[in-house]
């Protein structure tokens, strides 16, 4: 018992050690692991590495787990950190944790929101943890409406093939939800990591040398359009 514990401990400190090296990799080489280099890096025969994680793709995901843990973890620390009433305070907070977090971690960021990694397809158990950051907005919107602090945009503002794509995510995501709501919803999430994707990958900088405040401008802007209350 004693041994089938030491060689357990022995196993996780050696992913652990892994996915250290493979994080180092992601920050010089980007996505295009290849555990041949983890390996070397490690001191490790190439065919020791497989032991631990069968294929590149393996590495990935357990990486693409890690970081949308981690990044759901920063979101929602932020979101209950500010009175639940607060439904403003909360997005602004939600939208600047996960900014930092992408900025302490432009790699992982890059691995999550850059550019499809060729030949990898991330298997489903990715979805649930990735969807950690929407929802928490899902849920500012659910406390807005069950308080009467969000007045749905009409219905009529969306047009008919947009209402009837995101008739399935209300049915799946948010039961009742107006799926106008959902749409300016969604509309200031996408606009919030696109925002994050510009500034790390260098697209506006020159451009905006003060891109805090420009960040709070724009996710303020994406506050107004939601509708949730100054």
């Avoid at 406390?143 to 399935?168: E, F, N, S, Y």
């Amino acid at each position: 018992m004693v041994a089938n514990s030491l060689r357990a401990r022995v196993r996780a400190e050696m992913i652990e050690e892994i996915k250290t090296v493979a994080r180092r990799h992601l920050a010089t080489d980007g996505a295009n692991l290849s555990l041949r280099a983890v390996a070397r890096d490690l001191g490790m025969v190439s065919s020791a590495i497989y032991r631990y994680f069968p294929s590149r793709d393996d590495l990935l995901t357990a990486l693409i787990l890690e970081a949308y843990v981690a990044l759901g973890d920063t979101v929602e620390a932020a979101d209950a950190a500010v009175d639940r009433d607060d439904l403003r305070g909360r997005w602004l907070a939600g939208c600047r944790a996960a900014r930092a977090w992408a900025l302490a971690n432009p790699a992982e960021y890059a691995l999550l929101y850059g550019s499809p990694v060729p030949g990898y397809a991330a298997p489903d158990d990715t979805v649930e943890p990735a969807q950690r950051p929407p929802q928490t907005l899902l849920g500012i919107l659910r406390d807005g409406l069950a308080a009467g602090q969000l007045t749905p945009p009409p219905a009529d503002d969306l047009p008919k093939p947009v209402q009837d794509d995101l008739a399935a995510i209300v049915a799946s995501l948010f039961p009742d939800a107006p799926a106008a709501l959902l749409a300016r919803g969604m509309a200031g999430w996408t606009q919030l990591f696109g925002l994050i994707s510009f500034e790390l990958f260098g697209r506006i900088n020159s451009a905006l040398p003060h891109r805090d405040e420009y960040f709070d401008h724009q996710i303020a802007l994406m506050a107004d359009l939601i509708g949730l209350p100054r």
